[in-house]
T-cell receptor
Framework: NAGVTQTPKFQVLKTGQSMTLQCAQD?????MSWYRQDPGMGLRLIHY???????DQGEVPNGYNVSRSTTEDFPLRLLSAAPSQTSVYFC?????????????FGEGSRLTVL | AQSVAQPEDQVNVAEGNPLTVKCTYS??????LFWYVQYPNRGLQFLLK??????LVKGSYGFEAEFNKSQTSFHLKKPSALVSDSALYFC?????????????FGTGTRLKVLA
């Protein structure tokens, strides 16, 4: 099983450029989410989705867009990158069986904005 | 608001000694609590969770956690630390207030096991 797959693993952008971080899971999980990890701040929730066609904002949504057209994919878009978006980004999904499931994480995407 | 706190940025322990990584929480309603571990340049891996029942929860790699409702704590423990346990540990609580089950993470505690 591939689990949660994130691409790319590393990316360098210039301020103002746009890009999409891809996330795909093959576990049929309905719940998917994006976090950013910054030193001393832990993981902060950017956006999440409880199923195809449904998305909602997390703690730090500004500057990011998401969509959920299929159960498997949950891309994160940066429309105009800023240096403050330099971070490590993690996609995570959750088992839909019941509501006590733990999150399954991808390996992360390290983004640097110059 | 739901929250978790990990009061120690770093914990150092000698190999073979018991280890404790602390976590306290603040929730309304029943707490659903989790511990995750992150090795360098990797994603987070699930260790264990408390949903209900026994206050002592056993998880992966010999870790366990003790849920204490009166102290609102969920400390991670291991009887005998290994050098390979050195990693970043995160406590998390599930926020059920909105009905969408968001997860809130602590700031992490770096565990260093010294040979």
């Amino acid at each position: 099983n591939a689990g949660v797959t994130q691409t790319p693993k590393f990316q360098v952008l210039k301020t103002g450029q746009s890009m999409t971080l891809q996330c795909a899971q093959d576990m049929n999980h309905e719940y998917m989410s994006w976090y950013r990890q910054d030193p001393g701040m832990g993981l902060r929730l950017i956006h999440y989705s409880v199923g195809a066609g449904i998305t909602d904002q997390g703690e730090v949504p500004n500057g990011y867009n998401v969509s959920r057209s299929t159960t498997e994919d949950f891309p994160l878009r940066l429309l105009s990158a800023a240096p403050s978006q330099t971070s490590v980004y993690f996609c995570a999904s959750r088992n839909p069986a019941g509501n006590t499931g733990e999150l399954f994480f991808g390996e992360g995407s390290r983004l640097t904005v110059l | 608001a739901q929250s978790v706190a990990q009061p120690e940025d770093q914990v150092n322990v000698a190999e073979g000694n018991p280890l404790t990584v602390k976590c306290t929480y603040s929730v309304s309603g029943n707490p659903y609590l989790f511990w995750y571990v992150q090795y360098p340049n990797r994603g987070l891996q699930f260790l264990l969770k408390y949903i209900t029942g026994d206050n002592l929860v056993k998880g992966s790699y010999g870790f366990e956690a003790e849920f204490n409702k009166s102290q609102t704590s969920f400390h991670l423990k291991k009887p005998s630390a290994l050098v390979s346990d050195s990693a970043l540990y995160f406590c998390a609580v599930r926020d059920d207030t909105s009905g969408t089950y968001k997860y809130i993470f602590g700031t992490g505690t770096r565990l260093k096991v010294l040979a």
